[in-house]
């Protein structure tokens, strides 16, 4: 008689819970604006993992903070109530369903992470070394593992390069990137033009060779979601096709010094008759008419363009000391 008023069924609620977590958690993973803009081709493979990441995140702070406040509420101390509580000793199934499933996660989450990595070219850097001059880098494998390790004749390169797709041609535009203490330089070995800041043209296959020249530095180019150690005596590298005409921050990300957050550049992405303009103007100030005034300049004078544009005229000697130009 007691039980006579009708109830919504536990595992109604449950499925109703469900099925809402799940819509809300999907909605934010899509619409979170967490990231800035995507300026690459490499940017998409990025964010849609950084995406899923999001809607599990968003799931599970749901569902952890929902039984946290739902406990507060229903189990909160009720005046004249002296009773215990009762006494939980474990649940062998609860444990190992809380434990298959984040187990299950991290194991899916890693395996999407490598395929990303390997789209982006992370396996396959020195691949297409051999269009650029350099002997072709003999990958050997080490006992016992079933991945290239060891390039044999002391060529390793680490970065994001080729993927298989792209691999198989050589990059549209090569830069050597020289990282140090504390700016970036900018070397176009096609035209000789050396510079402060990155210009690349839209749609084109843009190649970095990363080197520093005095202790590590990363190479950071957020809103194209690739990021490089830059290492003294070890070249890596970077490759990207830029989708979108803009200016864009360059951040050296490893703590290299004092003036560490000072070291910033930028990369302009310009349209292919902009960027043919860019070149030409450049190459005619860098002609070899204008050498010989170059040469009378000293290291400090020559660099102080460099340093005045990032604001860092203080630094100016120190940049000197460690450049060789
Ligand atoms: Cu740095």
Redesign the pocket.
């Known amino acids: 008689m007691a039980n006579e008023k009708e109830t919504i069924p536990g595992t109604l609620i449950t499925l109703v819970i469900g099925i809402t977590v799940t819509a809300v958690s999907i909605w934010y993973g899509q619409n979170n604006n967490l990231l800035p803009e995507q300026v690459s081709q490499q940017a998409p493979l990025v964010d849609d993992l950084f995406n899923i990441m999001v809607v599990i995140g968003t799931a599970l702070f749901l569902v952890v903070e929902g039984a946290i406040v739902f406990t507060l509420i229903k189990f909160r101390h009720r005046p004249g109530d002296e009773t215990d509580s009762q006494p939980v000793t474990g649940n062998f199934s609860l444990e190992i369903f809380w434990t298959a499933i984040p187990a299950f996660i991290v194991i899916g989450l890693g395996i999407y992470s490598v395929q990303v990595y390997n789209q982006m070219g992370g396996f396959d850097t020195g691949g297409n070394m051999a269009h650029h001059g350099h002997a072709p880098v003999q990958v050997a494998s080490l006992p016992g593992s079933n991945g290239p390790l060891l390039a044999q004749g002391g060529d390793i390169t680490y970065g994001l390069g080729a993927n298989a797709e792209m691999g198989v041609r050589p990059a549209d535009l090569t830069v050597d990137v020289a ?1 140090m ?2 700016a970036w330089i900018f070397t176009y070995p096609d035209s000789g033009i050396i510079s402060g800041e990155l210009h690349v043209p839209i749609g084109q296959d843009v190649k970095l060779n990363l080197e520093a020249k005095d ?1 590590l ?2 190479f950071w180019l957020p809103q194209f979601r690739i990021k490089q150690d830059v290492i003294p005596g070890q070249q890596t590298q970077l490759r990207f096709v830029a989708t979108k005409t803009g200016t864009y921050p360059i951040v ?1 990300a ?1 703590l ?2 004092s003036y ?1 957050g000072g ?1 910033r550049s930028q990369i302009i992405v310009h349209s292919p008759e902009d960027y043919q303009a860019w070149l030409e103007a450049n190459t005619v100030a860098q002609a070899p008419g204008s050498e010989q005034t170059l040469a009378t300049l000293t290291d400090s004078d020559r660099l102080a363009a460099f340093t005045h544009e990032f604001g860092m005229d203080h630094v100016g000697p120190t940049i000197a000391a460690h450049t060789h130009l």
Do not use: I, L, S, W
Request: glycine share 16%.
């Open positions: 990282g203490q504390y202790v530095h990363a050296c490893e290299c010094g560490h070291m």
